[in-house]
C-alpha cells in the first residue's frame, strides 16, 4: 500500500552533518505515525526517532540533542536531519510507517518499511 524510499545518506567526518529524507506514496501520509530505525552489521534494528500525526517527536537517548525528526506533508516526504555525527551512528537508516499510534519506538509497531539508506561516519 505504501512505499516508502530513503535518500541522502553517505560517508562523513565524525562531527559532519547530514539530511535524510524518505519519500512516501500515496495520498494518506498525514495520516501516518513515522519513524527512523537503524542497524548496524551485526546488531538489531534499533529505533532512531518517530514522529506523530500531531507532530509529536521521540528519540533514542543517543541521539536527542543531535537529530532532528520532521515532516513536510505537503510534499509527502519525512527527514531526519543528523548533525554532530558519530563513528556510532554509522549503520543502515531505515525509514518506516504505522496507522496506529502503538509501539512507535519498537520495529513491530510499524506496518511499511523503506529498503534503507547507508550511512557512514569515520574519524
Known amino acids: 500500500q505504501v512505499l516508502l524510499v530513503e535518500s541522502g545518506g553517505g560517508l562523513v567526518q565524525a562531527g559532519g552533518s547530514l539530511r535524510l529524507s524518505c519519500a512516501a506514496s500515496g495520498r494518506t501520509f498525514s495520516t501516518y505515525y513515522m519513524g527512523w530505525f537503524r542497524q548496524a552489521p551485526g546488531k538489531e534494528r534499533e529505533f532512531v526517532a518517530a514522529i506523530t500525526t500531531g507532530r509529536s517527536t521521540f528519540y533514542v537517548d543517543s541521539a536527542k540533542g543531535r537529530f532532528t525528526i520532521s515532516r513536510d506533508n505537503t510534499k509527502n516526504t519525512l527527514y531526519l536531519q543528523m548533525n554532530s555525527l558519530k563513528p556510532e551512528d554509522t549503520a543502515v537508516y531505515y525509514c518506516?510507517?504505522?496507522?496506529?499510534?502503538?509501539?512507535?519506538?519498537?520495529?513491530?509497531?510499524?506496518?511499511?518499511w523503506g529498503q534503507g539508506t547507508q550511512v557512514t561516519v569515520s574519524s
Open positions: 518506516a510507517a504505522s496507522r496506529s499510534s502503538r509501539a512507535l519506538v519498537t520495529t513491530s509497531g510499524y506496518d511499511y
